[in-house]
């Protein structure tokens, strides 16, 4: 049993990397971490000062677990200590608990999802413009690395609607879902630039160039127009299929907002290129970015 002392709905939970503590984001404006203290059945939270000034909708473990990044409804991503004395030993991060080692912000609009890179190098942001934030050559055991100069930052402005939920599959790759049920690939170049690589499904096709605003709708929104348009009224159920795709079914995906990704590694800690999604039509779909399948197995959730 957590005992979080929050008065408020929490919006975001996350493991720490080492499995003892907990990364709580509520609408109360506060983030708290808990952990298990010896001899105690009850976990306890420690809270951060009050340093967002609205809802906290995601946050992340540096892969090292001493640092914590966050992302609200103010626009801000901000970088936090997130050792608790006695907890992580001697951890070498900068400051005291609770400390705001980074203030940047989240993009454009509000936050979405934010991760770190499988080295702890980079941080990614999310927001609704929307827009993807891309902050590099940090170092957790640095403060100055933790406050990068413009040109270790990029921000990728994107066409299709915003991403919920993003992942690095290595240094030099990641992925993002969101409300078009699609899932996108991002590669970053030899010259450090990141950029959109390909959709991992054939259909529909949603053309993303760098910077520029595409007009119109996507063909994913497209479809749900036409349900309304339909005089013959279907069961919202209708576009969930009962015979779901196995291993191969690459055509085949999300037929509402995903809400959830999570990136695969091996049992040393690093990457595979696989990954998971969950969404609002009940289904959840294995991945593999590296391979030509894209799509790998699709479970459903009754």
Do not use: Y
Request: net charge neutral; aromatic share 8%.
């Amino acid at each position: 049993m957590v005992f979080t002392r929050l008065k408020l709905a929490a919006l975001c939970v996350r493991w720490s990397p080492c499995g003892r503590k907990l990364a709580i984001g509520s609408s109360e404006k506060r983030i708290c971490i808990s952990h298990q203290e010896k001899g105690q059945k009850w976990w306890v939270s420690k809270h951060f000062r009050r340093c967002h000034s609205s809802s906290v909708v995601a946050v992340a473990w540096h892969p090292a677990g001493a640092l914590l990044a966050t992302t609200s409804t103010d626009g801000r991503c901000r970088v936090f200590n997130a050792a608790p004395p006695g907890l992580d030993g001697e951890a070498a991060v900068p400051g005291t608990f609770g400390d705001v080692l980074m203030d940047v912000e989240a993009g454009v609009g509000w936050g979405h999802a934010v991760a770190w890179s499988p080295s702890g190098s980079q941080l990614v942001v999310s927001s609704h413009g929307p827009a993807l934030h891309i902050l590099g050559g940090l170092d957790g055991a640095d403060a100055a690395s933790l406050q990068p100069p413009p040109e270790c930052r990029q921000l990728l402005e994107l066409t299709q609607l915003p991403l919920r939920c993003i992942a690095f599959l290595s240094e030099t790759s990641l992925v993002g879902a969101g409300f078009d049920g699609q899932v996108f690939l991002f590669e970053r170049g030899g010259d450090g630039v990141w950029s959109f690589a390909r959709s991992l499904l054939p259909e529909p096709q949603l053309h993303i160039d760098d910077g520029v605003r595409r007009a119109g709708v996507s063909a994913a929104f497209e479809a749900k127009l036409a349900m309304f348009r339909s005089p013959a009224k279907k069961e919202r159920t209708a576009d969930v299929p009962q015979q779901l795709p196995g291993k191969g079914a690459s055509t085949e995906g999300h037929s509402n907002a995903i809400v959830d990704l999570q990136a695969f590694t091996d049992e040393a800690g690093k990457p595979t290129g696989r990954f998971s999604t969950a969404g609002w039509d009940g289904r959840v779909l294995l991945w593999d970015a590296g391979g030509a399948e894209g799509l790998i197995k699709a479970l459903h959730l009754s």
